[in-house]
């Protein structure tokens, strides 16, 4: 199967990179999967999205992502985040509580943290 090379970064730090067969993210205009040879793209992810990389190895990278944009080329995948948790680093409890509150965008980030958790919402 043909591969892509994709980076996964926040502002902060860089969260993953390596070899996929598969990438799935929420933009502004809809969700949007990517394989080897796409065309080139950029989109803007949306605030409390969920970013999955189903790597070359089978196994698939969840991360919550909030606002930044996603680029894609002939060489491969950019995701270039505000800020971003990958779903085994995701407080779930911390979520939940956050769902509670009155700040929409903590609510959404909640949400998608919990989304990409596995959690329901």
């Known amino acids: ?54 790597t070359t190895d089978g196994e698939t990278v969840t991360a919550a992502v909030h606002g930044g944009f996603l680029s894609v080329t002939a060489t491969g995948v950019s995701i270039l985040a505000e800020s971003a948790e990958l779903s085994d680093e995701i407080d779930v409890d911390a979520a939940k509580k956050a769902l509670t509150g009155e700040d929409e965008q903590e609510r959404a980030r909640a949400t998608a943290q919990l989304r990409a958790a596995g959690q329901s919402v």
Do not use: D, N, Y
């Not at 994709?6 to 598969?22: K, P, Y």
């Open 1 to 54: 199967m043909a591969e892509i090379s994709v980076e996964l970064v926040a502002v902060e730090r860089r969260l993953w990179s390596g070899t996929a067969t598969f990438v799935v993210a929420q933009t502004t205009e809809g969700e949007i999967g990517i394989m080897a040879g796409h065309e080139p793209v950029l989109g803007q992810l949306v605030e409390g999205g969920v970013v999955k990389v189903t």
